[in-house]
């Protein structure tokens, strides 16, 4: 075998990999990803209960509700309020006003079933998408977060 | 007084590797005869550059041992009433102190190399030293510019911050050193390219010094990324090991180029081929780490491991991973045309099978890649937002990761040049049945019908029994008589027993996560004192519940008592803990071993009337997802105490020349 044929034995066999991983990304796609959306965006747009969402917004106060292993409550990007349903693992961090990220389907009678409930290790954190979100609408102010250094170092 | 001698160290340290890259590059220029001198110079200026800096990260250290509040990052980031050892780790549990230990194992690995690099052409020493350098100035430029460690306050508060409290755990103590040790050892093989490129030097000779390097970084990378995944099993509280999460993709994308790294760089040091290959994977790999560091520190994607977060000081790793990739890119792109292609070979042979190893990790991780920066992409264009989440990898990674280890024990029973696939699979044909009756054994144990199971379970196994067939195979079982071949078994180098844990290793990995995926086992129970749940076969009682007091933190524990068939099997204990200082509660959970399983519970919400909701987990064979990665540590380190094959034998080499 000769240096031109190994090398093309392994162009072809490279570009079929590669080929093949194309196909598998393409085809993960379908279902592998979120689009990001506030709970007006969600509410407002035709829905497409198939298509799996990911929403970001703020825990409304005194809406927190457990009922066995499920949990209730009303996230808001203070413009619109939307039922969540979650049931599985809830993080620490969350609490009433907190932001988090969940991802799920919204049902027909527009109740958000969650099935991936994210707030974050550091309770200074904002997750990226909902920071954008309230900084679009104002209610964010830049150094937000560094607001308890400041209390100590005062 | 000690925070200003750090930084002085901290800033000399920065001019002297300015220096060290200067003088390691004149080599290039000037003429032969002032090749020792300049060497000498930049071999010198490597060790001292890493001592000022090690002087100046131990003063951080011991300013974080004793609270000094008028430092800016300890106030943030430590607590007077943290055990020492939280102190101390919470001094590369922040933005600043953890850049410091970046550079200083740059620095450290430079030192290393010029102490023990004699054997190096001292050209080629000098130029690999001068672009360490280099990455030590763009690194603590970075630092002395915008991120100094030891930034005074003006007020002197009385108290700190407190490290964020799921810091405080050993293993997340640990676990960053050791990942930077990996992603920064990468740095290495870097310098080791970019020099090849510059002197023209990328021979087998080449490949045999920078494969050490590469091991060390890989082995470290291997336990970082594994204690990392424990780390989330058990502080989180949620019992996953792995979220496909962008912080930990950022991990894996390095690993599976040095896993590449690891394997071509044997091909171009046994055949003299794949050299141009081997040097743009040292290349892309560190540039790989550097985008790991950029997408850990800029905050820049969503994940819940988003640690000491800055937007701002992302720009700058952005600048540096830039540069250094434009500038090694650009410089392979007119240089590898010089690369001597030796060696050639049959695609059926073990360099195809080698080769083949590589393209498949690269295409694993150009679908890791996509899938973790497609988001970032289609922001930055302003289409719309969106997420990768778990499936996508699940259905990419895996199809790719499954052919790779089937051909694993099989690749490796391939002779060099040229071989037949029909002889190394009749080779293999006893290690297929014990691995299929294995497998039976393993599903009438179970009595569990999952067909996708049963092809995990055998996959796992046949990697298992096919590294120690390939052992056995070296030492001639079966061929010679017995005793002979035990003798030779004996005889065999450490690097070929090192070889057989680390593929072992893969497989006892394949093992841990074909139980976890089928056979793990889940409840969650609203409980109060008295009242049992059982789970996968055990009983769990709810014994008390406590309050406790400790030095940084309360927490309300629930116990628990343990048994199976009614006897006993000891206490289990979970608490939510409340850390003085952060509002916001941890869970710290109750783990029991079960041969490789565990038995794995989390307080849920506490609620109201004294219930407490419990989450309860029989966690089949989990310890081998850690078990797993831990051996192909140890067989990275193995490997690097057999200096047997590392002593160049030049006469060969040269005798080889002349065959050519």
Known sequence: MTRKQQRFT???????????????????????????????????EKTDSQKRSRIGGLVMDNSVKHQGSLLKFDITDNQSELKVEYEGVVPDLFKEGQGVVLEGYLSQDKIFLADSLLAKHDENYMPKEVADSLKAQGHWQEGDTKAEVQKVSE | MLAEFGQFALILSFAIALFQMVIGLLPLMQHADKHNMLGAITNRAAVLQAILLALSFVILLL????SDFSLKIIVEHSHSQKPLFYKLAATWGNHEGSILLFSLIISLLGACLSLFGGKLDIKFLSTTLAI????????????????????????????????NPLLQDWALAVHPPLLYLGYVGLSIPFSFAIAALLTEKADEEWAKWVRP?????????????????????????????????????????????TTALLHSAIVMEKR??????????????????????????????????????????GTVILAILFYFMAGGLSLYAFKSGHIKQRGVFAPISREGALLLNNLILSVMLVTVFVGTLYP??????????????????????????????????????????????????????????????????????????????????????????????????????????????????FNLRRAKFAVMLAHMGVGVLVLGLAAMSAWRVQNIQEMTVGDKMSIAGFELEFDNVQNQTASNYNEIVGNFTLSKDGVNLGNLATAKRRYLKRSSPT??????????GQIYIAFGVLG??????LRAYYNPLVLFIWLGPLLMMLGGFLSLTDRRGRKVNRAALKQQAQHV
Not at chain 2, 298 to 310: E, N
């Open chain 2, 376 to 489: 970032l992409f289609i922001d930055a264009i302003g289409a719309s937002k969106l997420s990768v989440g778990a499936p996508f990898f699940n259905q990419t990674f895996i199809p790719l990761a499954v052919p790779l280890l089937i051909l694993l024990p099989i690749g490796n029973m391939l002779p060099w040049k040229k071989a037949d696939f029909l002889v190394a699979m009749k080779k293999l044909i006893w290690v297929f049945l014990l691995a299929f009756a294995t497998m039976l054994m393993f599903l009438y144990l179970t009595g569990h019908r999952d067909i996708l199971a049963w092809a995990a379970v055998l996959l796992g196994v046949w990697l298992v029994f096919g590294a120690v067939w390939e052992i056995l195979y070296s030492a001639r079982f079966g061929q010679i008589e017995w005793h002979l071949a035990l003798r030779r078994l």
């Open chain 2, 213 to 257: 390097w590469t091991l060390f970084a890989w082995a470290c990378l291997t336990g970082g990324i594994a204690l990392g995944s424990y780390w989330a099993y058990y502080e989180l509280g949620w019992g996953g090991f792995w979220f496909w999460d962008p912080v930990e993709n950022a991990s894996l994308m390095p690993w599976l180029a």
């Open chain 2, 272 to 313: 003299g081929a794949l050299g141009s290959w081997t040097i743009l994977l040292a290349i892309v790999a560190f540039g790989l780490s550097l985008l790991g560091t950029f997408l850990v520190r800029s905050g820049i994607l969503t994940s819940v491991h988003a640690f000491a977060v800055d937007p701002e000081r």
């Open chain 2, 132 to 163: 360490q350098a280099m990455l030590a100035v763009a690194i603590l430029g970075f630092i002395i510019f915008t991120s100094n460690p030891f930034e005074r306050l003006n007020i002197v508060p009385i108290e700190g911050n407190n490290l």
């Open chain 2, 63 to 66: 300013l974080f041992a004793s």
């Open chain 1, 10 to 44: 392994f162009i072809i066999v490279g570009l079929a990999l590669l080929g093949l991983a194309t196909g598998l990304i393409l085809t993960a796609m379908e279902d592998g990803i979120s689009f990001f959306k506030t709970p007006t965006e969600i509410l407002t």
């Open chain 2, 608 to 613: 109201e009337n004294n219930k407490v909701q």
């Open chain 2, 587 to 596: 869970t710290e959970v109750g783990l029991y071993n079960h041969y490789f």
